[in-house]
């Protein structure tokens, strides 16, 4: 177990439903991540992105900054589309770690 491990575990028990928000946050991050890696491989910037695709350059930065609770699975493919590229989507049972938590 590591320190991120150990960190959210203490925090689970002072906060419940901590370790459930952190897991869904990660995939949120992880799958914005993905999409500014696509991006920068096509060696465009947010903005020549957003002028591709026809929408704003903050809308860019929310979708790969996970900034926004209201992205739907239409928008990132779309913004996967315009790079060029398909979205994917496994659906996998999380893994128990810890003290019962599910991260």
Same mark, same amino acid.
């Given at each position: 177990?590591?320190?991120?491990?150990? @960190?959210?575990?203490? #925090?689970? =028990?002072?906060?419940?439903?901590? !370790? !459930?928000?952190?897991?869904?946050?990660?995939?949120?991050?992880?799958?914005? !991540?993905?999409?500014?890696?696509?991006?920068?491989?096509?060696?465009? #910037? &947010?903005?020549? $992105?957003?002028?591709?695709?026809?929408? *704003?350059? &903050?809308?860019? *930065?929310?979708?790969? %900054?996970?900034?926004?609770?209201?992205? *739907?699975?239409? #928008?990132? %493919?779309?913004? $996967? =589309? $315009?790079?060029?590229?398909? @979205?994917?989507?496994?659906?996998?049972?999380?893994?128990? =770690?810890?003290?019962? $938590?599910?991260?």
């Amino acid at each position: 177990m590591d320190d991120l491990d150990r @960190l959210i575990e203490k #925090t689970e =028990r002072e906060k419940p439903g901590f !370790a !459930a928000a952190v897991e869904k946050r990660k995939g949120e991050l992880l799958i914005g !991540a993905k999409l500014r890696e696509a991006r920068k491989k096509l060696k465009l #910037t &947010q903005r020549e $992105a957003a002028e591709k695709w026809s929408i *704003s350059q &903050q809308s860019i *930065s929310k979708i790969e %900054n996970a900034r926004d609770d209201d992205i *739907s699975l239409h #928008t990132l %493919n779309e913004y $996967a =589309r $315009a790079l060029g590229h398909e @979205l994917h989507f496994i659906l996998k049972p999380r893994e128990k =770690r810890g003290h019962g $938590a599910m991260l």
